[in-house]
């Protein structure tokens, strides 16, 4: 097998740093006691061997009482670090600077009021000591799935541990977007790990098995492996040597390499070692197997020799034993006699054409089995033929294919999706194409690849749909960190930004759908083909969007499906995903607070195209123009003098509207709502009050209805009026008295009167 390493793999910066930084302290203390706070690393062979250097691990800061304790790579919270620095330890900080620089501006979006999110793990010691760093009030959140699950924020400020992925981080930024009103993200992914996962990524993609070196508490480590797996190739996670099988490898052609950030280079290579020696091992294996067979067809040649000089010897004596005795009888035969031999040689050559035929007939023989051999096919491995299957077992299916032996494919070789059961993808009786892998394996069978068969075929058309933008149809397999995986032939990966036109919260809702998509990425040689969904989606919008503004005239009624509810209106479908706006004061005749107040999503509505707009890309829609108009027909229900019962809708200065029935109001003048004074409405009624009243005006031209609450109310009693005194009986005034009874407007205005 070819083995491939990864470009990037192995220790990063940050990992190299702390190593070096507690390695060092050791040194210095000379045997004096040295301790970090949890894991240095996350490598537990890393971890052992600092232990036989002196330095021991302690979990709690309670456990620490004297010397020298250093803070691991993946830091501690603040309040962490000033209990260390309380109890009088000397603390030397192996932080990964990445991890600090996360934490630094964690506090700085606290300090200006953001509320901080962090994309992350919340049990990792790295997102724990980030979230010390916001004095323990930031959101964690692991994807965009569990963001809905969030209380609401106005400003919102995101980090990310930095060994998350750049387009989980992505995601999860984009998820906010319309959701709050001020956004502010910091990419602190760390560059070693972007690098280290795009290498795995690439590598991964160009072989059959791959082998990923590191820890298992390792959260790197461990999305190199998802990474890994996304490509749909079997993946291995080891952090020894020792835990390789050779079993793994059997077929592979190219087994890839890679390792996790906190992987030493001696554990790297000691992996590297071993899968050397699988190869070397097999060669071995197989040269001792070619010299055994060429021993032996050596020892059978020189016993057929032996026996075919040995029966060509006997041959020659008896020849010379027959032609001494011709000689002898020739001698001796008289004349007459000699004339009979001569009639005896022609018999016996008769007898020795005679002789001939069953020689021939030999020839004849190993001519048919010549002819049967040539009609048995020629094998060399990457042939592609076809073949008839004719037994499928739990980890093979075994395939008749016209040779001397059948073909055997192995589960690994049948299909690029995991966990298949071949009864799933073949039966008895189905022919299949396969590629030849080798021609005789161990128990004599030729291996065969369904898998790869479909590959070749498969990347021939993709590359030809590539080119010529082709749409075509795809079932989804299963759903991966960052998307969706769909088989078409090989494995095809649909991002999660490019499964929908909208944010989908539930990918696992898609599988065994089928898809029409788009190749947004191909690359043959990295064995890397990405679709698109959503181009395929907003490309048949845009056509049916085109089809619409072509065929919609105003004035036609549609009809549609209410799609979306906001405060200014609803966005309606009117076929094809083409929405158009049906606003607030068109949904009705009469004044309503909000579209919920009449419509739902999802609800089924006939609306009258008001108008379109081809450059903006704009439909006005109308739904009260498909209704009856009440006020045609208003007289046959009300009439002056009719005692109604309302709604308020809304209070003005002068009066009060109320609402008789859909698209009808009538109005209580201010004059009108009670006997006594008013000064303001609210005294009388408020919006929302059930009210009775009587008809009191009519004009349906107008669109008017006159209604009066103190017409139904009882009128209060006048005061009685005090009767006049005769003159006699009127009290005497004194002359001041007079003046001022006597003085009236005339004589105080009188001059402007005149001047008049």
Not at 202 to 213: I, N, Y
Not at 319 to 341: F, L, S
Not at 380 to 408: A, C, H, M, N
Not at 605 to 618: A, C, H, P, S, T
Request: with cysteine; hydrophobic share 35%; net charge negative.
């Amino acid at each position: 097998m070819e083995i491939i390493l990864a470009d990037a793999a192995g220790m990063c910066f940050g990992v190299k740093r702390a190593l070096e930084t507690a390695l060092k302290t050791a040194d210095e203390m000379h045997g004096a006691p040295v301790t970090t706070l949890g894991p240095l690393i996350h490598n537990p062979q890393v971890v052992d061997e600092l232990k036989a250097k002196g330095i021991q691990v302690q979990e709690q800061p309670r456990d620490l009482d004297a010397g020298v304790v250093i803070v691991r790579c993946h830091g501690v919270p603040p309040k962490t670090m000033l209990e260390l620095e309380r109890r009088g330890l000397d603390v030397v900080d192996a932080t990964c600077p990445f991890v600090k620089r996360a934490m630094r501006w964690t506090k700085q979006l606290k300090d200006e009021g953001y509320q901080v999110v962090i994309v992350g793990d919340e049990s990792h010691p790295e997102v724990m000591a980030i979230f010390g760093a916001s004095d323990e009030t930031a959101w964690v959140v692991k994807s965009p799935r569990t963001i809905d699950e969030l209380p609401s924020a106005k400003r919102i400020g995101i980090i990310a541990q930095t060994t998350q992925s750049t387009a989980n981080l992505r995601e999860c930024v984009g998820a906010f977007i319309g959701r709050v009103e001020e956004l502010k993200a910091f990419d602190t992914i760390c560059t070693a790990t972007e690098q280290r996962q795009s290498s795995a990524r690439d590598t991964a993609a160009q072989v059959d098995v791959m082998v990923v070196v590191g820890g298992r508490n390792s959260a790197n480590t461990r999305r190199l492996v998802e990474v890994c797996q996304e490509q749909g190739t079997r993946t291995h996670h080891v952090e020894t040597a020792k835990e390789l099988e050779a079993s793994w490898f059997q077929d592979a052609e190219r087994v890839g390499v890679t390792a996790g950030a906190s992987t030493p280079n001696w554990l790297f290579e000691g992996v590297l070692a071993r899968m050397s020696e699988f190869n070397k091992e097999e060669k071995e294996k197989v040269t001792e197997e070619m010299e055994t067979q060429g021993q032996e067809a050596k020892e059978t040649e020189v016993e057929e020799t032996e026996v075919e000089e040995t029966e060509v010897e006997a041959t020659e004596v008896e020849a010379t034993e027959d032609a001494k005795k011709e000689v002898e009888e020739t001698e001796v035969q008289e004349p007459e006699t000699q004339v009979e031999a001569n009639e005896e040689t022609v018999q016996e050559a008769e007898v020795q054409e005679t002789e001939v035929q069953p020689e021939e007939e030999e020839l004849d023989q190993e001519n048919e089995m010549n002819q049967l051999e040539d009609m048995v096919p020629t094998l060399t491995p990457g042939d592609v033929i076809t073949g008839k299957v004719v037994q499928v077992s739990s980890d093979e299916v075994l395939v008749d294919i016209g040779y001397k032996s059948e073909g055997r494919i192995p589960l690994n070789e049948l299909s690029f999706r995991p966990n298949v059961k071949p009864e799933e993808v073949l039966a008895v009786g189905d022919e299949v194409e396969v590629k030849v892998l080798k021609i005789d394996d161990a128990e004599g069978n030729v291996v065969l690849s369904r898998r790869r068969a479909e590959a070749e075929k498969a990347w021939e058309k993709l590359e030809e749909a590539h080119e010529n933008g082709e749409i075509f149809e795809a079932t989804v397999a299963q759903t991966v960190k960052g998307g969706l995986l769909v088989d078409v032939g090989v494995r095809g990966f649909i991002p999660a930004s490019h499964v929908s036109r909208n944010f989908v919260d539930d990918l696992d809702a898609y599988i065994g759908k089928t898809l029409r998509l788009k190749i947004i990425e191909f690359d043959r040689q990295k064995n890397n083909v990405v679709f698109s969904h959503k181009e395929v989606l907003e490309e048949e919008l845009k056509q049916a969007k085109a089809d619409a503004f072509a065929k919609l005239e105003e004035g036609s009624v549609v009809p549609g499906v209410v799609r979306r509810l906001t405060d200014f209106g609803a966005f309606v479908d009117i076929g094809s995903g083409v929405e158009g706006l049906l606003h607030v004061s068109e949904i009705a005749h009469s004044r309503i607070n909000h579209p919920s107040d009449v419509l739902e999503e999802g609800q089924e509505i006939n609306v009258m195209v008001l108008g379109v707009d081809v450059e903006k890309e704009r439909i006005s829609l109308g739904l009260k123009q498909t209704l009856a108009d009440p006020w045609d027909t208003i007289e046959d229900r009300y009439a002056v003098g009719d005692q109604v019962t309302g709604t308020v809708t809304r209070t003005v200065d002068f009066g009060a509207f109320v609402k008789l029935e859909d698209g009808v109001e009538g109005l209580v003048h201010i004059s009108q709502l009670a006997h006594r004074h008013v000064a303001k409405v609210e005294e009388v009624v408020n919006p929302g009050d059930e009210v009775e009243a009587q008809v009191i005006s009519l004009d349906p031209q107008a669109r008017r209805i006159g209604l009066s609450i103190r017409e139904l109310e009882p009128k209060p009693e006048e005061a009685p009026r005090k009767e006049a005194r005769p003159q006699h009986e009127q009290p005497k005034q004194d002359d001041s008295s007079n003046e001022e009874l006597t003085t009236n407007l005339g004589d105080v205005f009188g001059d402007l009167f005149k001047r008049g």
